[in-house]
């Protein structure tokens, strides 16, 4: 009788045992595994510690997880009318600069509760054919999101476009514009190492950034290079000055976000008026890929595509003392109207 009692302790044991061990193997596979996948998970285990600003969590875990189906095309139009989803006309937008660091920017703001990202660059301000669709066709080609919450967008090429602030203060003249900088020279060789790998992908012959950056007939900086003229960022900003105040607008320091996010994105926050939501715990560092990474929560995490943190080709230092020269004065002027301050040489 004992002995029978004791194999059957031992067999619930076992069972209880086997379940245990293939719970936790089954967690670590999935942490290896989801990389990649959409950042949309349970909200009450993306975030650390609690403000007093509470947004109501449970319901937001339930709502992103339909959200989340909507995107994937299996909530219905009921669904969607009983929770009062709405696609919404963006109450921010990164406008720039390219190369920046505006995809880590919108990702990285993407981890608040109260932010919903547009995936895709939109180019509905910068591009005629898109702008001439009208408003309707930008609204819908927002994500489905919870009236309290914002919708955030981002499409580089605003910046640099002639037509677009006047388009965007036509929609709405008291929106908030986030930019994110980076040192104009290295962003200038960014801009380059990304249209070199598209023409390398296509087989087409390129020249080099010396070639490129520096007028070989006058020996000075080629101010017609697309990837010089997007540095200037002073003469692009004033042009934006014409239709919004600064205060409209906030720079975020692109190196420093890379090197130290926690910082740059608390300031993009009380920036956007949301409570401190984002903490160190959403951000770690990955020294395969060099950068940081964003964690959603004990299961998902995902690190940035490969195609952000390429290696910049060498280029002839006396090209980069000279180029650096040449930025120098619209850097000055930068910083005094926009009162952030960069250790740019
Ligand atoms: P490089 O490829 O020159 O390193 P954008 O998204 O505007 O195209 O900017 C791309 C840049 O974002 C990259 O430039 C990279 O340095 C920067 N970046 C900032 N934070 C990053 C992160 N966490 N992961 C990958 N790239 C990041």
Redesign the pocket.
Known sequence: MLFKQQALLRQKLFVLGSLAIGSLLYLVARVGSLDRLQPLCPIDGRFGPRSQDEIPLRALQFKRGLLHEFRKGNATKEQIRLHNLVQQLPKAIIIGV???????LLEMLNLHPAVVKASQEIHFFDNDENYAKGIEWYRKKMPFSYPHQITIEKS?AYFITEEVPERIYKMNSSIKLLI?VREPTTRAI?DY?QVLEGKERKNKTYYKFEKLAIDPNTCEVNTKYKAVRTSIYTKHLERWLKYFPIEQFHIVD?DR??TE?LPELQLVEKFLNLPPRISQYNLYFNAT?G???LRFNVVFNK??AGS???I?PEVDTSVITKLRKFFHPFNQKFYQITGRTFNWP
Not at 99 to 104: H, N, P, V, W
């Open positions: 390219r190369k920046g660091g505006t995809r880590a580089p994110i960014s190492t692109g976000l890379i996010p890929r950068f940081y990474c690190c940035l952000k943190g390429r910049h």
